[in-house]
């Protein structure tokens, strides 16, 4: 049996597929393993070249990979798709993962640290954060309109006016802060 040069891990969150391929290219092996079992062979397996798709956890099985000893290569996962064949199952998933490593003149994605990670979840919660805050303020504006307020786009306007508005008598609707509902109009 030859010496195995590269073991293509497609991820998952508990059961993962495994294939092994010697310097040849030719698939040694595969197997599908549990989140345990997956660290027990990689911790007694030469060091060897481990290729995953770049998506959820593969950092965090990358760093894990390469503590181990091995060398990881995260494959980007525009470029795995084009080579699943057949029906879409872990074991192509592997194969496609696999042939997309080999294209002369790829770029891996670098395994981020956890600080790296760490700083990019604080940007996208924050992105997420304003495009929430941006759609509460639009649709206000926009529920505000029906009944014939007109209030400026930017969230300085937004903020100036909302007080102004929960003090003025304006519109039945629009009461003071402390009691938002007119309980008249329920009636």
């Known amino acids: 049996m030859n010496k195995i040069s590269t073991i293509c891990i497609d991820l998952a969150k508990h059961v993962f597929q495994l294939m092994a391929f010697d310097e040849q290219g030719h698939p040694s092996w ?3 393993l549990s989140r345990i079992k997956l660290k027990e062979t990689l911790v007694n397996q030469p060091p060897c070249t481990i290729v995953m798709e770049a998506c959820s956890s593969s950092h965090y099985w990358g760093r894990t990979f390469q503590a181990m000893g091995h060398q990881v290569q995260l494959v980007p996962a525009q470029h795995v798709t084009p080579f699943v064949r057949g029906n879409k ?3 192509n998933d592997c194969l496609a993962i696999y042939e997309a490593s080999q294209r ?4 891996f994605v670098p395994v981020k640290s956890e600080q790296q990670q760490a700083i990019l979840m604080l940007h996208r919660l924050r992105e997420r954060l304003i495009a929430a805050r941006t759609a509460c303020i639009n649709q206000t504006r ?3 309109l029906e009944f014939g307020i007109v209030m400026p786009k930017s969230l300085a306007e937004f903020r100036a006016h909302i007080p102004k508005l929960a003090d003025s008598p304006l519109h039945p609707l629009i009461v003071h802060s402390h009691n938002p509902i007119n309980l008249s109009l329920l009636s």
Request: net charge positive; aromatic share 0%.
């Open 30 to 32: 595969s197997k599908r």
């Open 89 to 91: 199952n872990d074991k």
């Open 104 to 107: 002369p003149n790829l770029r």
């Open 142 to 144: 926009s529920l505000l």
